[in-house]
């Protein structure tokens, strides 16, 4: 008995082992076939700017996909970024490999680009070389330190960075000085910025010595300033125009500027009168608690001459003495598109062109995507593009613009949809259109059109909804018109059909265990 019970157990160790045996051949069979193929990374780009880059870049030494695979976003991306930001990885070329980013990647970090683990399989190869890479974007840096305000009491400190940073670290790091001893500053605020007040006492003669170690980085950042910060202030004694803040421009006509002052202003003083040379059209004075703000068309590359008159007066009565004059210029505007509507109709039977504007960009990339009928309720709950509709050939529109001049102009749709006489039925529907600077994917806009002949017109009630559907092209009344009421979870809890004058009754429950109507949808049916 024990002698069969050991040979049973002895045959079955036998088994197990020759089943181990066969499964390490077929798998180093297996990889061994894929280490046939080699890949070598050349090199990682942008080396420079990151934080201004719109994607990562790989370069191999060989072509690795077929031309099939170019411009599609991978599902098992053989490369992973550390820390993990928000994009997708995708083939430019068939020895290109990007990670396109959904938004700029945050200064003052490391990151790391390294092989996913399962490479080989992804790939049908092996990597050879150099296979982990890290890459920075730009340290922290100052970009600005000045007085702000002045008052009896104390002095407020604007320090401008080129990243967020916390007060309470800032603070940490900060030193400043008069020609005695140390003062004790304190943030006036809480939250992160990458612009900071900081009050301190009122130093006993005119100057500020400001110093920020070399170890202070952003917030959540891991590259520091590197070499210590340090200038000295000049803190007014008495009452005078200090500044001139411009603000940047893009597609708004109206530019600001805040005149600033050392001290606040009288606030029972009448709005004073302010020169600037060359003349503004239509210029608007406000006077704020530290400063006047001006408002107008000022040109973009033009250098002015404010003057304000010397009796505008301070909180405590203390007036300039003299007219006081300040120059400023007035920046280029920032590129820009928008499309002056989030949302609009267009007719089938129109032109189908759609209003932007734009300034200072030389191309634009225009695209489309159709929104799924069954996918309305999910995409306008902001749900994954890629998820509720299907895209359509982008175009790619060279621009010749007027520098610094916002423009207005119509994108052909149509380019884009295909010729509408031939296609008039088959291209109605919910598309959302996206508009892109070729030079800067985060110049870009959308606005989500619908092309249809069907007007809605409707009127809640007590137990649902009275509707009336027209044609948008004739105004007139149209029969057969399905209309549905649907809750945010997409679920359709009424239908109804519009009778000869284009009228209908949607009964929709007063509590709905789905949630009350979201949306209303028509839907011609002949």
Same mark, same amino acid.
């Given at each position: 008995m024990f002698s069969a019970r050991r040979r049973f157990w002895l045959l079955g160790g036998i088994l197990v082992l020759i089943n181990i045996a066969g499964l390490v051949w077929i798998r180093q069979s297996l990889v061994g076939r894929a280490f046939t193929t080699r890949f070598r990374v050349m090199s990682l780009l942008p080396q420079a700017n990151l934080d201004a880059a719109d994607r990562l870049a790989l370069l191999f030494d060989t072509p690795v996909v077929q031309a099939g695979a170019i411009g599609r976003a991978l599902d098992r991306p053989p490369f992973m970024v550390s820390p993990s930001p928000a994009g997708h990885w995708q083939w430019s070329a068939v020895d290109r490999l990007e990670f396109v980013l959904d938004k700029p990647l945050p200064a003052g970090r490391r990151f790391k680009v390294l092989p996913a683990k399962d490479f080989e399989l992804t790939l049908g190869g092996a990597l050879v070389g150099k296979s982990e890479f890290e890459v920075q974007t730009r340290a922290l840096q100052v970009k600005a330190c000045t007085v702000a305000h002045v008052d009896p009491d104390g002095v407020d400190i604007l320090f401008e960075f080129n990243q967020p940073v916390a007060p309470r670290d800032l603070i940490e790091a900060l030193t400043v000085k008069d020609d005695k001893a140390k003062l004790a500053p304190v943030p006036l605020g809480h939250d992160p910025a990458d612009k900071i007040m900081?009050?301190?006492?009122?130093?006993?003669?005119?100057?500020?010595?400001? /110093?920020? @170690?070399?170890?202070?980085? +952003?917030?959540?950042?891991?590259?520091?300033?590197?070499?210590? !910060?340090? $200038?000295? &202030?000049?803190?007014?004694?008495?009452?005078?125009?200090? /500044?001139? @803040?411009?603000?940047?421009? +893009?597609?708004?006509?109206?530019?600001?500027?805040?005149?600033? !002052?050392? $001290?606040? &202003?009288?606030?029972?003083?009448?709005t004073p009168q302010v020169t600037v040379t060359p003349p503004v059209k239509d210029l608007q004075v406000v006077r704020e608690t530290y400063g006047l703000r001006l408002a107008g068309p000022f040109a973009c590359g033009q250098r002015y001459k404010a003057e304000v008159p010397e009796t505008i007066r301070s909180a405590g009565g203390e007036s300039l003495g003299q007219a006081a004059t300040i120059y400023f210029e007035v920046p280029d505007r920032e590129p820009a598109v928008r499309f002056p509507f989030a949302n609009g109709i267009l007719s089938p039977q129109g032109n189908l062109s759609l209003d932007a504007e734009l300034v200072n960009v030389v191309g634009v990339k225009l695209a489309m995507a159709k929104v799924h009928a069954n996918n309305l309720v999910a995409h306008l709950n902001e749900a994954d593009e890629a998820m509720t509709s299907r895209s359509l050939p982008e175009k790619t529109i060279k621009l010749d613009l007027p520098h610094n001049q916002p423009t207005k102009t119509a994108l052909d749709l149509g380019a884009l949809l295909g010729d509408p006489k031939e296609k008039e039925k088959s291209i109605r529907g919910v598309y959302r259109v996206f508009l892109q600077s070729t030079a800067d994917r985060w110049t870009d806009a959308s606005s989500m059109v619908a092309i249809t002949d069907l007007g809605l017109t409707a009127k809640q009630q007590r137990d649902g909804y009275l509707v009336f559907v027209t044609s948008l092209r004739t105004a007139k009344p149209l029969e057969g018109v399905k209309v549905s009421a649907i809750t945010r979870n997409n679920q359709v809890i009424a239908t109804a059909v519009t009778d000869a004058d284009g009228l209908t009754t949607l009964r929709t429950p007063a509590k709905h265990p789905d949630g009350p109507v979201w949306v209303l949808v028509a839907e011609a049916t002949g």
């Open positions: 900081v009050r301190t006492p009122r130093p006993a003669k005119t100057e500020l010595a400001v /110093r920020l @170690d070399k170890e202070l980085t +952003g917030h959540g950042g891991q590259l520091a300033l590197g070499s210590a !910060f340090a $200038t000295t &202030l000049q803190v007014a004694q008495k009452f005078r125009l200090t /500044r001139a @803040d411009v603000s940047n421009p +893009g597609l708004e006509e109206t530019v600001g500027v805040m005149l600033g !002052f050392s $001290t606040q &202003l009288d606030k029972e003083q009448a």
